[in-house]
């Protein structure tokens, strides 16, 4: 069983900590489902690549490593757009990623 544990202080009325008050929370099902989510972006028949806030890619299949050229192992945790894209595509990729990052669908 995994668990997620949540904790947060308890105070007294002069607002001092006297303790602490843990909510904990099986999260196996959770991770069994993100385990599966992963292994079919993995071995999915279109390039995938995800990144975090700052452009950094945090998911990159196996199709986007034959495609690109890219082992996994290269390119986690670097910038896609200054790494990885040519210079001629790099600000149209990037306003791309941005607008999503902002919630924008983008096409």
Partial sequence: VDVLLNATTRRDEANRVIGVVGIGQDI??????????????????????????????????????????????????????DDFITTEYKERVQNVLDKALQGEETA
């Avoid at 989510?37 to 690549?49: E, G, H, R, T």
């Avoid at 975090?52 to 690109?68: E, H, I, K, P, T």
């Fill in 28 to 81: 196996t099902a959770r991770i069994n489902q993100e385990q599966e989510y992963a292994k079919l972006i993995d071995s999915a028949n279109a390039p995938i690549f995800g990144i975090d806030r700052d452009g950094r890619v945090d998911v990159w299949n196996r199709c986007a490593s034959r495609l690109m050229g890219f082992e996994t192992g290269e390119v986690m945790g670097k910038h896609l757009v």
